[in-house]
């Protein structure tokens, strides 16, 4: 049970886009439509921003979207504002009802 | 409004025993899946168990056969049976209100700290 791969951190000013990946295998994000990504401010605790690989909940921001491509799914904020520094994580069913979490990403926004 | 209120944390020697409880309100707490997740200091998430409604239970590999999650519908509150403790599991512990396949809601996080 290895956790996903995501890079340390990423980084965009005001305005611009970044994307975060999130790659698994064929046995967790290739295998299922049921990746999640949660940011989390220093201190608190997460909150979901993408569900199953492209849904938002009520309440998130239009300017945040999920893609899957085979193993590799994706988190992209577009129109960054200072707001969304935070660290972010995905999520992927991983099988037998068992969950894997990526590392993290920190995002600065410049 | 959903809450979720975890306690139980605290300080406990390598091999001990701690118990987690989490009081839920706010949503009918039976009919939904929960789930423990855990934080290092200074590290990522990791899924820790889950139980169904019906009171199935999934453990990560690190901690099968160590941890014992459990419910008690009629008090409302999720509980942790953590043995065996290790400097490993040293976390803050997050109770989380699944909805399908989403980690939805989730506690303010009580800390363990297994230390000698």
């Known amino acids: 049970q290895s956790a996903l791969t995501q890079p340390r951190s990423v980084s965009g000013s005001p305005g611009q886009s970044v994307t975060i990946s999130c790659t698994g295998t064929t046995g967790d994000v290739g295998a299922y439509n049921y990746v999640s990504w949660y940011q989390q401010y220093p201190g608190k605790a997460p909150k979901v921003m993408i569900y199953d690989v492209t849904k938002r909940p009520s309440g998130v921001p239009a300017r945040f979207s999920g893609s899957k491509s085979g193993n590799t799914a994706s988190l992209t904020i577009s129109g960054l504002q200072a707001e969304d520094e935070a660290d972010y994580y995905c999520?992927?069913?991983?099988?037998?009802?068992?969950?894997?979490f990526g590392g993290g990403t920190k995002l600065t926004v410049l | 409004e959903v809450q979720l209120l975890e306690s139980g944390g605290e300080l406990v020697q390598p091999g001990g025993s701690l118990r987690l409880s989490c009081a839920a309100s706010g949503f009918t707490f039976s009919s939904y899946v929960m789930r423990w997740v855990r934080q290092a200091p200074g590290g990522g998430l990791q899924w820790v168990s889950t139980?169904?409604?019906?009171?199935?239970?999934y453990y990560a590999d690190s901690v099968k056969g160590r941890f014992t999650i459990s419910r008690d519908n009629s008090k409302n509150t999720l509980s942790l049976e953590m043995n065996s403790l290790r400097a490993e599991d040293t976390a803050i512990y997050y109770c989380?209100?699944?909805?399908?396949?989403?980690?939805?809601?989730w506690g303010q996080g009580t800390m363990v700290t297994v230390s000698s």
């Open positions: 139980i169904g409604t019906g009171g199935d239970r």
């Open positions: 989380v209100k699944a909805l399908a396949y989403v980690f939805d809601i």
């Open positions: 999520c992927s069913l991983a099988g037998s009802s068992t969950w894997l």
